[in-house]
T-cell receptor
């Protein structure tokens, strides 16, 4: 049973436009969320995080929004650049076990 | 500061063999977690070690085991390999246990192919 879901396996966006990556989770107790970016043949690199006590966190071109009532978070990238083309994973922490549970990833392609 | 180092990068084994993967965390990091990545399955949690003690374990069979040494380096062992064990195995380190809003820093992974 997938507790963290990224329902869009892939997404294509024009350079300069906004990229929106979505993530849904099932456990309302999850208390900390992270986004990672992964290039081929490399390990995931941390992008941005958000605690469940907040509903928004920004870092440069990246903004994460958390909607606790909908159990949904999204990552906005503005403006999108070709170098953003990668697989993006969201992760949620279970405060009962402290495990991070990852989604299956969304492959973003930014077209020049 | 050097990142998380995983060795080897690539490994080819046959069914029934065993394999040991190694992970050196970022200097000063005491927590090491292991994940398995397969196409379409995302990152599946294997286990987490902190101060040489296993803190958490995922839903993997007992053929998957690990340990952590006093210098925080960690090894993961898979015995009696099966074709389905072919995957990218990722190690991640953090300063402390993952209960403290710790970010995970990942290595580049070991790509294991079981023939």
């Amino acid at each position: 049973d997938q507790q963290v879901k990224q329902n869009s396996p892939s997404l294509s966006v024009q350079e300069g436009r906004i990229s929106i990556l979505n993530c849904d989770y099932t456990n309302s107790m999850f208390d900390y969320f992270l986004w990672y970016k992964k290039y081929p043949a490399e390990g995931p690199t941390f992008l941005i995080s958000i605690s469940s006590i907040k509903d928004k966190n920004e870092d440069g071109r990246f903004t994460v929004f958390l909607n606790k009532s909908a159990k949904h978070l999204s990552l906005h990238i503005v403006p999108s650049q070709p170098g953003d083309s990668a697989v993006y994973f969201c992760a949620a922490r279970d405060p009962g076990t402290y495990k991070y549970i990852f989604g299956t990833g969304t492959r973003l392609k930014v077209l020049a | 500061k050097a990142g998380v180092t995983q060795t080897p990068r690539y490994l080819i084994k046959t069914r029934g063999q065993q394999v040991t993967l190694s992970c050196s965390p970022i200097s000063g990091h005491r927590s090491v977690s292991w994940y398995q990545q397969t196409p379409g399955q995302g990152l599946q949690f294997l286990f987490e070690y902190f101060s040489e003690t296993q803190r958490n374990k995922g839903n993997f069979p007992g053929r998957f085991s690990g340990r952590q040494f006093s210098n925080s380096r960690s090894e993961m062992n898979v015995s009696t390999l099966e074709l389905g064990d072919s995957a990218l195995y990722l190690c991640a380190s953090s300063l402390g246990p993952t209960g403290g809003n710790e970010k995970l820093f990942f290595g580049s992974g070991t790509q294991l192919s079981v023939l």
